[in-house]
């Protein structure tokens, strides 16, 4: 047998260094010459692209990952996604060329852009209200375009691989004006121009196709639509085998705190958002500090209306109230309104439909209670902060509504208390007490219903996404409304 000397050992461990070499490097070009890519008109959507690019950076990908920015997107933001590790890159609108379009369509032409990326030989579109949930890598071995098709067999582009063309997409633009779209916007055209797009088959990971064919249809599990979920109340596939969500429920997205108690699968996405780094300072778990700010300063004024109220109750409290307003009072909060007759025999002039007006104030202060905490809250909040400052705002918001309806009343009452003379004086100081303690006994049902309700939310919110703030910073001034009005 022929021995090796050592130069022979040292060429061999030298070719296959190179070789491994050589294999790295090209798996390193393969991966820069593909690319993830979604596109930003506006702050708006900004949390919903971190969410993406962290859900894409948990299945370990080594390929870019692209955000194209319009102008109304802020600087801040920018820096924002760059320190998420996006390449961020900015983009001119294309104008929408329908006449009649509806206007949240305005520029979403923008997204034909994605196929004149041609520093990259292909790249997978996502939209910026989906995730990715389980490694999608082998959607870059479909065909020149990819996408799934919806139902009335018409495609969503809100998830494409394309191969970038120069060509393709100056005969794209020429053709924008001509072809019709059922949407108005960029989906509607890409069905126009991809016409016989249905007839496309399916990517099959596992049963490659050669040679690569011009167009191919995305299977559900790429595109799994939250919108077909609510409808049947499950997935249509395995939800084990899923790969993208897609939230497609119009206005109702994501990172709006209240989706998340309406639309079951939105919890998936607030798991990979309370992950978040913090890129930068206050963004950790998708928190940005212009929220935090809003949230702390509506903290700090339920505090505020909750003394202010303590000592509007407080006031009235040590007044001597007349029996008619305490009557009033303590009827009109329970939603009925008795008309007690004085000792004298004689009637405070309430009118016959005093009761139903009450009822109506009622009901008109819950809504606007309802609709003015919805408008304050900042709509990308945790789910439980959105919940709790809900409550609160709505709580409170009622309270001084109502309350203020009540004091007109006991206003009312007392003028018109004051006809009838003061001959009863003496006998409506000796039904004071009685109001008072008719009053009181109202506190303790306002307070056991505020509390029922803390406790309620409390009890759950261990079971939740967490909060940002103790519930007993903005309740503790009720409860002390209440006992000092004891007093």
């Not at 801040?76 to 379009?101: C, W």
């Not at 088959?201 to 064919?213: A, H, N, S």
């Not at 004085?342 to 002039?349: R, S, W």
Request: charged share 20%; hydrophobic share 40%.
């Amino acid at each position: 047998m022929r021995r090796r000397g050592p130069y022979g050992v040292g060429l061999w461990a030298a070719a296959l260094v190179v070789a491994a070499a050589v294999l790295a490097a090209s798996g390193g070009v393969a991966a820069a010459d593909e690319a993830y890519v979604t596109l930003l008109y506006g702050d708006e959507f900004v949390l919903g692209v971190r969410v993406l690019g962290k859900s894409i950076r948990d299945t370990g990908t080594k390929r870019d990952l692209v955000v194209l920015v319009s102008d109304g997107v802020s600087d801040y933001s920018r820096k924002l996604l760059e320190a998420d590790g996006f390449i961020v890159k900015h983009i001119t609108l294309l104008a929408n060329p329908n006449q009649v379009r509806p206007t949240r369509f305005w520029g979403v032409y923008t997204k034909l852009k994605i196929f004149n990326m041609t520093n990259y030989k292909k790249v997978a579109y996502l939209d910026a209200d989906t995730i990715v949930v389980k490694s999608i890598e082998d959607i870059f071995n479909c065909g020149k375009f990819c996408a799934n098709l919806k139902h009335s067999e018409r495609m969503n582009s809100g998830v494409m691989v394309v191969e970038p063309s120069e060509t393709l997409f100056n005969d794209m633009m020429e053709k924008v004006n001509s072809l019709p779209s059922y949407t108005g916007g960029d989906q509607g055209f890409l069905n126009s121009y991809y016409a016989d797009f249905a007839s496309s088959r399916v990517y099959e990971p596992k049963k490659p196709i050669v040679p690569e064919p011009a167009t191919q249809r995305l299977s559900t599990l790429y595109n799994a639509d939250v919108g077909l979920y609510m409808l049947a109340n499950k997935w249509m596939v395995d939800e084990k085998e899923l790969r993208v969500i897609h939230y497609t429920l119009g206005p109702l997205k994501p990172w709006d705190w209240w989706t998340a108690w309406l639309v079951k699968p939105v919890a998936v996405w607030q798991d990979i958002r309370k992950n978040l780094e913090e890129s930068l300072t206050g963004t950790g778990g998708g928190r940005n500090p212009h929220d935090q700010l809003v949230t702390n300063k509506e903290l700090l004024c339920i505090r505020s209306l909750c003394a202010f109220a303590r000592r509007a109750r407080h006031k009235y409290k040590s007044e001597e109230a007349l029996p008619s307003y305490s009557t009033v009072g303590s009827a009109s909060s329970s939603f009925g309104i008795s008309n007690q007759k004085l000792h004298n025999g004689a009637h405070p002039k309430l009118p016959s439909y005093f009761g139903a007006i009450t009822v109506l104030v009622c009901f008109v202060s819950a809504l606007i209670s309802l609709a003015f905490a919805f408008i304050i809250i900042p709509r990308q909040v945790m789910p439980w902060t959105g919940l709790l400052l809900m409550y609160e705002w709505t709580f409170v918001t009622f309270f001084l509504l109502f309350g203020s309806y009540l004091r007109v009343v006991y206003n009312w009452g007392s003028s018109s208390a004051n006809h009838v003379g003061h001959n009863n004086l003496d006998s409506l100081e000796n039904h004071a007490g009685a109001g008072y303690q008719r009053s009181t006994s109202d506190c303790d049902t306002d307070a056991a219903f505020y509390w029922s309700g803390m406790a309620w939310v409390n009890g759950s919110r261990w079971r939740g996404f967490g909060i940002v703030y103790d519930i007993r910073f903005g309740a503790s001034s009720y409860l002390g409304l209440c006992q000092r009005s004891k007093r």
